[in-house]
């Protein structure tokens, strides 16, 4: 099979490896940098349609990455390795983002924080609770996820927090949770939790040093609305 510019896919690819080698990926296009990681789960196809019907289904780069497999298997002609693919390109900008953020103490490094929680929970379809355990000098101790839900709920319960909080001898904690519908603002439910929290971890010395709503049009931070 060959591409729409009449040349192998193999062929190709081999010129866009070069580009990339030689000039970096700024000077691709979202699609050419889907459709090359998508040619090495589907080595013997012109991917660059399956590329921009990915996204044309979810939207943008982020989103796509962010698709459950469920999700991807929609999408005509991706096939399982293909979505597997997908997969591995998020879990390695993840661990990178998530690196840069949490490997030194959170307050001293908050938009690296920030960029990783947008890349990681922006675009979920469904709504995710977590919850950055920190010890005294605000280094992670572990980051979880402690509810997922709904397009607008996500179940989370403050004594379970804090009782986690206990196990794990976190001093402080910062919590978590993205809008599917991409605004940010925080609802009237998060901000009553977010008092039971900081209420709940208040008698056992559990410091909630901020609460932070992701959107895909960006964040909230708790403490800077001066709900905190």
């Known amino acids: 099979m060959t591409t729409d510019e009449g040349t192998d896919p193999a062929g ?24 090359y990681v998508l040619g090495l789960a589907i080595p013997r196809r012109d991917t660059k349609p399956i590329a921009k019907r990915l996204l044309a289904e979810f939207g943008s780069m982020p989103a796509v990455l962010a698709a459950s497999p469920a999700e991807l298997a929609r999408v005509e002609g991706l096939s399982e390795g293909a979505a597997a693919a997908m997969k591995f390109v998020e879990a390695a900008a993840l661990r990178s983002l998530r690196a840069a953020a949490l490997d030194r103490p959170v307050l001293s490094g908050w ?70 519908s991409g605004d940010p603002s925080p609802s009237r439910d998060d901000i009553a939790m977010t008092k039971a929290v900081v209420e709940a971890g208040r008698h056992l010395g559990l410091s909630v040093h901020d609460h ?15 709900l905190l």
């Not at 030689?22 to 000077?27: V, W």
């Not at 607008?152 to 599917?180: D, T």
């Open 12 to 35: 190709h690819r081999g010129r866009m490896r070069a580009r990339l080698l030689e000039g970096g990926g700024d000077a691709f296009l979202d699609y050419e940098l889907l459709e």
């Open 111 to 180: 938009q690296a924080l920030t960029d990783y929680l947008h890349a990681a929970m922006a675009h979920r379809m469904t709504e995710e609770f977590r919850v950055i355990f920190l010890n005294n000098r605000n280094m992670l101790i572990r980051d979880e996820a402690m509810g997922s839900g709904t397009v607008n709920a996500a179940p989370v319960y403050p004594r379970e927090i804090v009782k986690r909080a206990l196990e794990l001898g976190a001093s402080a904690v910062v919590l978590v949770h993205n809008h599917p």
């Open 212 to 226: 932070v709503v992701v959107g895909r049009g960006g964040h909230a931070s708790f403490r800077a609305l001066g």
